[in-house]
């Protein structure tokens, strides 16, 4: 069975250009949510989707971050203009259930940003 | 200041050695703890889980004990194997606001041959 796809694997770009990150979660999920990983801040919880619907997005870090989930299969995290300090690998992982529910989120292998 | 990361706790076990890594939880009302391994260039994989109304889980070759009343959460593998060398992660989810998870810090945990 396929897992959580992201891509691209790795990104470098230059500050100030748009970055978009892609998700397609596990077919039947219908929880999405996206991380960031540094090694400051571990794995911090950005938005997470219910049925397609953003839920929680207060660890969105500001309003160059945005993220859309136009349906069941599919999410991007946007990020405009991109800075240095948003260099980090970005995961999106997906559950059976809303997030109130016993399920465990299984996490894709990551998007590595690098802004230079 | 040196980032966390850096300092990651790490524990060292010889091969064939039971594993036992420690997490202490934040929340006294979660009620859901997961427990995940990330390897170098992947994401975390879940490994086993937990309900606050048990005690004691056991999967293949990992068990997991919880003491909810001292908030600690621990993993127990038998007969680590160099593959278990990872970073592993424990995972709390709350029963009121914000119910997503929220991860700990991470264990490292290195397999000596």
């Known amino acids: 069975d396929a897992g959580v796809i992201q891509s691209p694997r790795h990104e470098v770009t230059e500050m100030g250009q748009e970055v978009t990150l892609r998700c397609k979660p596990i077919?039947?999920?219908?929880?999405l949510f996206w991380y960031r990983q540094t090694m400051m801040r571990g794995l911090e919880l950005l938005i997470y989707f219910n049925n397609n619907v953003p839920i929680d997005d207060s660890g969105m870090p500001e309003d160059r971050f945005s993220a859309k989930m136009p349906n069941a299969s599919f999410s991007t995290l946007k990020i405009q203009p991109s800075e240095p300090r948003d260099s980090a690998v970005y995961f999106c992982?997906?559950?059976?259930?809303?997030?109130?529910?016993?399920?465990?989120?299984?996490f894709g292998d990551g998007t590595r940003l690098s802004i230079l | 200041g040196e980032s966390v990361g850096l300092h990651l706790p790490t524990l060292s076990v010889q091969e064939g050695d039971n594993s036992i890594i420690n997490c202490a939880y934040s929340n006294s009302a979660s009620d859901y703890f997961i427990w995940y391994k990330q390897e170098s260039g992947k994401g975390p994989q879940f490994i086993i889980d937990?309900?606050?109304?048990?005690d004691k889980r056991q999967g293949q070759r990992v068990t997991v004990l919880l003491n909810k009343t001292v908030k600690h959460l621990s993993l127990q593998i038998a007969a680590t194997q160099p593959g278990d060398s990872a970073v592993y992660f424990c995972a709390e989810r709350g029963i009121t606001g914000r119910r997503a998870l929220t991860f700990g810090s991470g264990t490292r945990l290195q397999v000596q041959p």
């Open positions: 077919s039947g999920h219908n929880s």
């Open positions: 937990i309900r606050s109304n048990m």
């Open positions: 992982a997906s559950s059976k259930t809303g997030a109130g529910g016993n399920q465990p989120q299984h």
